[in-house]
């Protein structure tokens, strides 16, 4: 069964940290490139990094970089994104994909479809 497991999420102080993991079963991760999604409420779910299959290359939103750092560990078939210095506006439901093929970097619904598979999502809080 293919499935995506996002966990890390919780609530955190404005300048804290978190890392996210996003581990994979049913197929292998290092063939497929691995984005990182936010949704806050309201608004429509964004891109915010993603490590590109084989090559490990990794791309990271604007309002990220610097920031947040995206790795991936093949043994563990699973995709860390370690956040630093989070900030409220960071707040939102975090989702992972997997993309047979480069990474798509679109906040457009009809370009997220290009991913095959989704998690459920966990929650970021940041709050003082």
């Known amino acids: 069964q293919v499935q995506l497991v996002e966990s890390g999420g919780g609530v955190v102080q404005p300048g804290g940290s978190l890392r996210l993991s996003c581990a994979a079963s049913g197929f292998t991760l290092d063939n497929y490139s691995i984005g990182w999604f936010r949704q806050a409420p309201g608004k429509e779910r964004e891109w915010v990094s993603c490590i590109r299959r084989y090559d490990g290359r990794t791309y990271y939103a604007d309002s990220v970089k610097g920031r947040f750092t995206i790795s991936r560990e093949n043994a563990m078939n699973t995709v860390y994104l370690q956040m630093n210095s989070l900030k409220p506006e960071d707040t939102a439901v975090y989702y992972c994909?997997?993309?047979?093929?480069?990474?798509?970097?679109?906040?457009?619904?009809?370009?997220?479809?290009?991913?095959?598979?989704w998690g459920q999502g966990t929650q970021i809080t940041v709050s003082s």
């Open positions: 994909a997997a993309r047979r093929g480069l990474c798509v970097l679109s906040d457009s619904p009809e370009r997220q479809k290009e991913y095959d598979y």
